[in-house]
């Protein structure tokens, strides 16, 4: 069994001042301005249509982004309309072969203060070597044993889509996530808002802050409001 901690990346190489630079140009045809395009007129004109709501000019760039988490946080990700995506698949993915290290990846509740790692069952049990709650413990006893019994199902002749209905929330999955910039605007200032899901927070807090630090224009917290 494997324990992970959740993170993001962002697949897209990101140029500020040329991605600036593609709204003014769709921006400016609205208003048919282009006369007023300079070398560095794009980060104002971004900074004002925003501040008009006019959105749409920003949907002309889009960004793909790679989520690790577990299952239950990637089914509130999918709910998002506009936006596309590829998840690590529980059909196709048998975790009993030699390139997933013939066992599970589970992601660390939030709330758990179980250390990453590998380990192996009855040789070293991570949550019982530090200070955690019983319920903590009870956490790691049950992913124990959906490892166990899925593992035990595909040696018993079942398939990986079978089997896999043994498989856990915590389960680790992947997914590739793509949409504009407008969309990642509404995704962020719902998803790190302080009554989403904790793992959500978890994953979308940092990425804001880095959209932040690379496009401040459209993703400084002061500007998502």
């Not at 889009?62 to 690790?68: A, G, H, I, R, T």
């Not at 899925?150 to 793509?178: C, D, H």
């Not at 719902?190 to 932040?212: F, T």
């Amino acid at each position: 069994m494997k324990l992970i901690q959740p993170y993001c990346e962002i697949l897209t190489p990101i140029d500020r001042i040329d991605i600036l630079k593609r709204i003014e140009v769709a921006g400016r045809t609205a208003y048919k301005s282009e006369e007023k395009i300079t070398e560095d007129s794009a980060s104002n004109f971004v900074k004002g249509v925003i501040k008009r709501g006019h959105e749409s000019v920003i949907e002309h760039v889009s960004l793909s982004v790679k989520f690790v988490c577990d299952r239950g946080i990637s089914h509130e990700l999918v709910r998002h309309r506009l936006a596309s995506f590829t998840q690590e698949s529980t059909r196709f993915c048998n975790y009993s072969k030699d390139k997933f290290d013939n066992r599970l990846t589970f992601v660390i509740p939030e709330w758990c203060n179980v250390e990453p790692g590998k380990y192996v069952k009855d040789i070293e049990q991570p949550a019982y070597s530090m200070h955690v709650s019983d319920s903590q413990k009870l956490w790691v006893d049950v992913m124990w044993n959906c490892e166990t019994s899925y593992l035990e199902l595909l040696n018993q002749g079942w398939t990986p889509q079978q089997a896999r209905s043994v498989l856990p929330n915590s389960l680790k999955t992947e997914v590739i996530m793509s949409a504009n910039l407008r969309e990642w605007r509404h995704i962020l200032k719902v998803r790190c808002a302080q009554d989403a899901h904790p793992q959500m927070r978890e994953l979308m807090i940092p990425l804001q802050k880095e959209l932040a630090g690379l496009l401040p224009e459209i993703f400084h917290g002061s500007v998502l409001g």
